[in-house]
């Protein structure tokens, strides 16, 4: 599976964006996708994830009310859409692939495949 995120850059604080994540390889429509960040100086964490039909999500805390995650399984895309954007929310984000588990997982290491990262900057 190869997957190539766009749609970071800079916005103000109060702002959005939205992320999307094309996947290709294997069979999008069979596998779960979420969406993870890492802040500087941080590890990376989990933001949101949506099952292979899309029938259920799961999001962090942090992000509740305010970011919505979804796909599109026609065109093999995976969508962030970030609302009320804060400073804390920057980051570069990253799309992921978990191939195997049958729950929405949280953990880095569920993740079969990785796309390369899009950078958001929330100012101030």
Do not use: H
Request: a positive charge; charged letters at 20%; hydrophobic letters at 35%.
């Amino acid at each position: 599976v190869q997957l190539q995120a766009s749609g970071g850059g800079l916005v103000q604080a109060g702002g959005s964006l939205r992320l999307s994540c094309v996947a290709s390889g294997r069979t999008f429509s069979s596998y779960a996708m979420s969406w993870f960040r890492q802040a500087p100086g941080k590890e990376r964490e989990f933001v949101a994830g949506v099952a292979w039909n899309g029938g259920r999500t799961r999001y962090a805390d942090s992000v509740k009310g305010r970011f919505t995650i979804s796909r599109d399984n026609v065109k093999n895309t995976v969508y962030l859409q970030m609302n009320s954007l804060k400073p804390e929310d920057t980051a570069v984000y990253y799309c992921a692939a978990d191939l195997t588990s049958v729950w929405l997982a949280v953990r880095q290491n569920d993740y079969d495949y990785w796309g390369p990262g899009t950078l958001v900057t929330v100012s101030s």
